[in-house]
């Protein structure tokens, strides 16, 4: 008769009786016998705390062990709540004497040797928890954050993202490859690219070639706009769900990277070069290893919390921003197909008094309220050269009430009115879309601005007129001389 000691872990059992993974995966715990999760949660997890977590009877899971000829025994009587209070207790614990070395002045590698050694079978997931437990106990976020210094540390002497690559195929292989086009796979595309000009930069780094560092410092800079897709779009949805520190810890970290690299490709000069080497080092290993917290912690928890109207919304988000590091990525099928069915569900542009917009909706009141606080005037003459509307708050040009459903014509000398239909023709045939002016007036400069307005399949609807008034743009500017 095999034996199965319930106080030895998961990882121990799976390593004497390989086929403990398939009975446990079969009663509800893959997400613990994966590969990735034995190498880590697995060798702190034992069955019935696992039990407890997910709320499967001990019972069943004794007779399934049963039913494939295994004896058990050491069975602990354990509850969901103790078992997730003292792991969370005993982990912030941890984690809040490691920052109070740190505060202390403890060196940094002293504090990482006892960091690998309390963690090194903890997943880097449950270590993410920890911190938002630190964070719940109000512990400040400048001083969480010190502890993504001691996180590669659990690694070996492996990078973060030597461990990404190791474990990324057998990710893929159990839990399914992450559809082409979804919001995730097109940053992964993105920190494939920025790995590479990583590595690039890394190798002229040892080559000691500075004009080459400092070029891929300077594409480096964009890393601002493929942070910003993940702070602006993704952490606001975790934020939603209750989920703050991760995407807290990660941001200020994003800013001293984004700052430090800002820093180089301005300072960086073949004369400063061998004082900037470490720093440059520092930084570009920073931007590898949070590639590796994105993939590995951060997209994981998205996965795990967002919901499918969310993951539409960030598909539909993204590409406001453009792409950073990569030209083009795949549409994603079940996105474009969602979001078109969800276009055709959209309330008529009217309804119950609301307005309803691509970017939202809106009272009239709000609607009227807004176009008075716009510093622009605003003009818009339908297909058919008539005036429709306009605001004037700025007053830069007289607009009576009495020129609105007349023809545009009417409103202009006749010197001028060959000038304005030739535009709008041209706006017309698709001739040109836009047309800027400038007031020869130094002293009191004023845009203008005549731009197309077509539907969604490039159906002309009419055209704008927009002015505004840049003189105390140029005073501004000029009292800061």
């Not at 034996?3 to 390593?15: F, R």
């Not at 993202?161 to 990324?168: F, K, L, P, R, T």
């Not at 119950?352 to 510093?375: E, R, S």
């Amino acid at each position: 008769m095999k034996v199965i000691d319930m106080n030895k872990t998961v990882a121990e059992l799976v390593k004497e009786y390989p086929e403990v993974s398939d009975i446990m995966a079969g009663l509800g715990f893959k997400d613990i016998t994966s590969q990735a999760a034995l190498k880590f949660m697995g060798k702190v997890m034992t069955i019935p705390k696992g039990a407890a977590i997910k709320g499967i009877p001990m019972d069943k899971i004794i007779s399934a062990f049963e039913d494939n000829d295994f004896s058990v025994t050491g069975i602990p009587i354990l509850d969901k709540e103790t078992v997730l209070r003292e792991t969370a207790e005993d982990s912030n614990t941890k984690l809040k004497k490691m920052i109070m070395r740190l505060n202390q002045g403890e060196a940094l590698e002293t504090v990482r040797a006892d960091f690998v050694r309390e963690y090194d079978s903890i997943s880097v997931h449950d270590i993410v928890k920890a911190e938002q437990g630190l964070i719940d106990d109000g512990i400040p976020m400048q001083e969480v954050q010190k502890l993504c210094d001691l996180h590669s540390a659990l690694f070996h002497g492996k990078t973060e993202a030597e461990i990404w690559e190791e474990e990324e195929q057998a990710a893929k292989s159990e839990d399914g490859n992450v559809p082409e086009g979804h919001p995730v796979d097109v940053l992964h595309r993105e920190n494939i690219a920025l790995e590479k000009i990583l590595d690039h930069a890394l190798f002229a780094l040892d080559a000691e070639e500075a004009a080459v560092l400092l070029n891929d410092l300077k594409t480096l800079r964009k890393i601002g706009v493929l942070y910003s897709k993940k702070e602006s779009i993704l952490m606001p949805m975790l934020l939603h769900h209750g989920i703050t520190g991760p995407s807290d810890v990660m941001w200020g970290v994003d800013d001293e990277i984004k700052a430090e690299v800002a820093r180089l490709a301005q300072k960086l000069t073949t004369e400063s070069f061998p004082d900037e080497k470490k720093s440059a080092r520092t930084v570009l290993n920073r931007m590898k290893e949070m590639i590796y917290k994105e993939e590995n912690i951060f997209f994981p928890l998205c996965f795990e919390h967002l919901t499918e109207e969310e993951w539409l919304d960030a598909y539909r988000d993204l590409p406001e921003m453009g792409f950073v590091f990569i030209n083009d990525a795949p549409k994603w099928k079940h996105g474009e197909d969602a979001l078109a069915k969800r276009k055709s569900t959209v309330p008529d542009a009217v309804e119950g008094g609301i307005l309803y917009f691509p970017g939202g909706k809106l009272t009239m009141q709000q609607l009227n309220g807004l176009f008075k606080v716009l510093p622009i005037d605003i003009t818009f003459i339908d297909e058919e050269d008539i005036n429709r509307f306009f605001t004037n708050e700025g007053k830069v040009f007289s607009r009576p009430l009495s020129a609105l459903d007349r023809s545009t014509y009417e409103c202009h000398p006749e010197r001028v009115k060959p000038m304005v239909k030739k535009l709008l023709d041209d706006f017309k045939s698709g001739a040109r879309n836009y047309m800027e002016v400038w007031t020869p007036n130094e002293d009191h400069p004023v845009r203008v601005i005549y731009a197309a307005v077509r539907d969604e399949n490039g159906k002309y609807l009419g055209a704008a007129e927009l002015v505004e008034d840049f003189t105390t743009v140029k005073e501004h500017f000029r009292a800061r001389e």
